[in-house]
């Protein structure tokens, strides 16, 4: 078996499918030890009878035992006992995604806020290729959805907004996600070429959950693994996955599909990092380095203005004194600007940004290790 230490060092399985109940294999793990859970419980969906298509052929539903509850009463309390422990094994910092349809989804929902669980989004997963409503007596069920959690208010949880961006063409990636059901070649089939697991997660909607919200090394589990998704995708992602499975049948498939896995080169993992993260670096410190010197003259986009540096950081421009900030907002008579875009310094005669300068800083204090990382 595959361990890692915790910071309390305790040994953390890792890249493992763990045989038994979610709830006592969680009870079984040192307590703050991974960085997200992914969760795709039981929807008991309440089947009742069979369900054909329009030309009497059987369609192949979710009747497994494992989605069968006897009561709402019954699937709350195991819906109460799983998310506790999951609460118990998440870092102070960490996240939970749960996935569900409307037979579950709000009492899911319910669930992780009576335990603390801070809501940071709800996202619709809308099915491009819905399966049809055969008997033509509500809408077709085209989407499912997927609530994203902090461990608590406080919890400063990952969040890789610009990886997210760049994955969407550069557009804010919003919380409604048209991707396909898992089919063709993807989809696991048995020996007798049924399909493996009932209800197969696509790796597209994973790959966007682990490049949203982990980082390059981090510990992912998953209570219900089922046939492996999550770590299939942790593995290309370069993550550390835990797989919960009761089921032996799930088990085997899942560890077959994952030793077919090959991570992607090293260099391929690093996704755009969030601005937001990266360190301050005061334009006072561009000035004291002698990067721009008092009295320099800076110039706004269009060239429309100009102003001087002074020694403390500040700029003087028509009569307005500032920050690099403030004098471009006064100038523009906007509310804000932002000054590292704005302002412009000629070197060899062309027009340079002076967020060259900083980003200059940036580089040095990683080359230093003087960067958080």
Same mark, same amino acid.
């Given at each position: 078996?595959?361990?890692?230490?915790?910071?309390?060092?305790?040994?953390?399985?890792?890249?493992?499918?763990?045989?038994?109940?979610?709830?006592?294999?969680?009870?079984?793990?040192?307590?703050?030890?991974?960085?997200?859970? #992914?969760?795709?419980?039981?929807?008991?969906?309440?089947?009742?009878?069979?369900?054909?298509?329009?030309?009497?052929? *059987?369609?192949?539903?979710?009747?497994?035992?494992?989605?069968?509850?006897?009561?709402?009463?019954?699937?709350?309390?195991?819906?109460?006992?799983?998310?506790?422990?999951?609460?118990?094994?998440?870092?102070?910092?960490?996240?939970?995604?749960?996935?569900?349809?409307?037979?579950?989804?709000?009492?899911?929902?319910?669930?992780?806020?009576?335990?603390?669980?801070?809501?940071?989004?709800?996202?619709?997963?809308?099915?491009?290729?819905?399966?049809?409503?055969?008997?033509?007596? /509500?809408?077709?069920?085209?989407?499912?959805?997927?609530?994203?959690?902090? *461990?608590?208010?406080?919890?400063?949880?990952?969040?890789?907004?610009?990886?997210?961006?760049?994955?969407?063409?550069?557009?804010?990636? /919003?919380?409604?996600?048209?991707?396909?059901?898992?089919?063709?070649?993807?989809?696991?089939?048995?020996?007798?070429?049924?399909?493996?697991?009932?209800?197969?997660?696509?790796?597209?909607?994973?790959?966007?959950?682990?490049?949203?919200?982990?980082?390059?090394?981090?510990?992912?589990?998953?209570? #219900?693994?089922?046939?492996?998704?999550?770590?299939?995708?942790?593995?290309?992602?370069?993550?550390?996955?835990?797989?919960?499975?009761?089921?032996?049948?799930?088990?085997?498939?899942?560890?077959?599909?994952?030793?077919?896995?090959?991570?992607?080169?090293?260099?391929?993992?690093?996704?755009?990092?969030?601005?937001?993260?990266?360190?301050?670096?005061?334009?006072?410190?561009?000035?004291? *380095?002698?990067?721009?010197?008092?009295?320099?003259?800076? #110039?706004?986009?269009?060239?429309?203005?100009?102003?001087?540096?002074?020694?403390?950081?500040?700029?003087?421009?028509?009569?307005?004194?500032?920050?690099?900030?403030?004098?471009?907002?006064?100038?523009?008579?906007?509310?804000?600007?932002?000054?590292?875009?704005?302002?412009?310094?000629? /070197?060899?005669?062309?027009?340079?940004?002076?967020?060259?300068?900083?980003?200059?800083?940036?580089?040095?204090?990683?080359?230093?290790?003087?960067?958080?990382?």
């Amino acid at each position: 078996m595959t361990t890692r230490n915790t910071a309390a060092g305790a040994s953390l399985p890792v890249n493992e499918i763990l045989a038994g109940d979610c709830v006592e294999v969680m009870n079984s793990l040192p307590p703050g030890s991974v960085d997200l859970i #992914f969760a795709d419980p039981p929807y008991n969906l309440q089947l009742k009878g069979e369900l054909h298509r329009p030309d009497n052929s *059987r369609v192949d539903a979710v009747d497994d035992h494992w989605d069968q509850f006897a009561s709402f009463a019954t699937y709350d309390a195991f819906t109460r006992d799983w998310l506790a422990a999951a609460k118990r094994i998440l870092k102070p910092n960490g996240a939970i995604w749960v996935i569900g349809s409307y037979h579950n989804v709000f009492r899911l929902g319910a669930e992780l806020q009576n335990q603390g669980f801070w809501l940071l989004n709800d996202v619709v997963w809308r099915k491009s290729n819905p399966m049809p409503n055969f008997r033509g007596k /509500r809408l077709t069920n085209a989407h499912e959805t997927l609530i994203w959690a902090s *461990r608590d208010e406080a919890a400063k949880y990952t969040f890789n907004y610009e990886a997210l961006k760049a994955l969407n063409d550069g557009v804010q990636m /919003r919380s409604d996600w048209v991707i396909p059901l898992c089919t063709g070649h993807e989809r696991l089939k048995d020996e007798n070429g049924d399909k493996a697991h009932p209800t197969q997660k696509p790796e597209a909607l994973l790959h966007r959950v682990i490049v949203a919200t982990t980082n390059p090394g981090d510990v992912i589990l998953d209570p #219900f693994f089922g046939t492996g998704t999550t770590g299939a995708v942790a593995k290309m992602l370069g993550r550390d996955f835990i797989g919960i499975e009761r089921e032996e049948a799930y088990r085997k498939a899942a560890a077959e599909r994952i030793a077919r896995i090959r991570k992607f080169d090293a260099s391929a993992l690093e996704v755009t990092g969030s601005k937001r993260a990266e360190p301050r670096v005061p334009f006072g410190q561009v000035v004291e *380095r002698g990067m721009l010197r008092p009295g320099a003259e800076l #110039f706004s986009i269009g060239n429309r203005f100009k102003a001087k540096v002074r020694a403390d950081g500040t700029l003087i421009g028509n009569d307005v004194k500032g920050s690099i900030h403030q004098v471009g907002a006064a100038l523009e008579g906007a509310p804000s600007c932002n000054g590292w875009t704005y302002w412009h310094f000629k /070197r060899d005669g062309k027009m340079v940004p002076i967020d060259i300068l900083r980003q200059q800083i940036r580089a040095e204090m990683d080359a230093d290790g003087s960067r958080p990382h």
